[in-house]
C-alpha cells in the first residue's frame, strides 16, 4: 500500500464548477500538507501548504486537513479553464530534517469553457 | 531567468548508453533533490543532497547516481540506462523545509 494515495482522474468539469481533490493517507507522522500544480510540460509549483489539522484558504482555493480520518482535501470554488492542470498532493513527516516529501499520483483536472 | 534549470530538456538514448542530467539554481538553497515522474505513479525520490559534502538515496536509487559539484549543482547519471528509466526528471531546491522549487523537467527516452 502506498503511504499516499491519490485518485489520478482524470476528472472534468464545466467552468464555474467547485472541484473536489483529495488524498488519503497512512502514516500518522505526517505533520505538513501540501498541494502542487502542474501545468503540462512543466514542473509542478506550490498552491498551498497547511500545518496539521484545519482549514487554510486563499482565493478561490482552499486546503482542508482531516488527521483523524488521515484525509486531505482541496476545493477550488468558481473553476477556471485556467485551472486546468496535475494537482500533486505532498506530505511529510513533522520531525523530519530532511524535507523529504512524499507525493499523491497526481489527479489530472480538465476545467471546460 | 529561470531560478531552476535543467540541461537537457529532451533526450532520447539507447540502452546501455550513459547519461547525465544537469540541474542548477540561483536561489542559494543548500538543498537539492532529484525525482522521476511517471503516470500514475507520481514523483519519485532519487536522490538528495544538503549541501555539497552530503549525499542521500532516495527511495528508487538502483541504478542511478548523483554528483553535487557546487551548491548551485547537482547532477544525476545513468550508468547504464535502460528502458524502464524512461520517464520525466525533476530537479528541486528548498531551503530547509519550506516549499521545493522544481526545474522544467528532463523528458528521457531510453530505447
Known amino acids: 500500500q502506498k503511504e499516499v494515495e491519490q485518485d489520478p482522474g482524470p476528472l472534468s468539469v464545466p467552468e464555474g464548477a467547485i472541484v473536489s481533490l483529495n488524498c488519503t493517507y497512512s502514516n500518522s507522522a505526517f505533520q505538513y500538507f501540501m498541494w502542487y500544480r502542474q501545468y503540462s510540460r512543466k514542473g509542478p509549483e506550490l498552491l498551498m501548504y497547511t500545518y496539521s ?3 487554510k484558504e486563499d482565493g478561490r482555493f482552499t486546503a482542508q486537513v482531516d ?8 476545493f477550488i470554488r468558481d473553476s477556471q479553464p485556467s485551472d486546468s492542470a496535475t494537482y500533486l498532493c505532498a506530505m511529510r513527516e513533522g520531525s523530519s530534517n530532511t524535507g523529504k516529501l512524499i ?9 471546460k469553457p | 531567468d529561470a531560478d531552476v534549470t535543467q540541461t537537457p530538456r529532451n533526450r532520447i538514448t539507447k540502452t546501455g548508453k550513459r547519461i547525465m542530467l544537469e540541474c542548477s539554481q540561483t536561489k542559494g538553497h543548500d538543498r537539492m533533490y532529484w525525482y522521476r515522474q511517471d503516470p500514475g505513479l507520481g514523483l519519485r525520490l532519487i536522490y538528495y543532497s544538503f549541501d555539497v559534502k552530503d549525499i542521500n538515496k532516495g527511495e528508487i536509487s538502483d541504478g542511478y547516481s ?11 547519471s545513468l550508468e547504464s540506462a535502460i528502458p524502464n528509466q524512461t520517464a520525466l526528471y525533476f ?16 523528458r528521457l527516452t531510453v530505447l
Request: with cysteine.
Open chain 1, 53 to 55: 489539522s484545519g482549514n
Open chain 1, 67 to 74: 488527521k483523524s480520518s488521515k484525509y486531505i482535501s482541496l
Open chain 1, 103 to 111: 507525493f499523491g499520483q497526481g489527479t489530472t483536472l480538465q476545467v
Open chain 2, 66 to 76: 548523483v554528483s553535487r559539484q557546487a551548491q548551485a549543482k547537482f547532477s544525476l
Open chain 2, 91 to 106: 530537479c528541486a531546491t528548498s531551503d530547509r523545509w519550506t516549499e521545493q522549487f522544481f526545474g522544467p523537467g528532463t
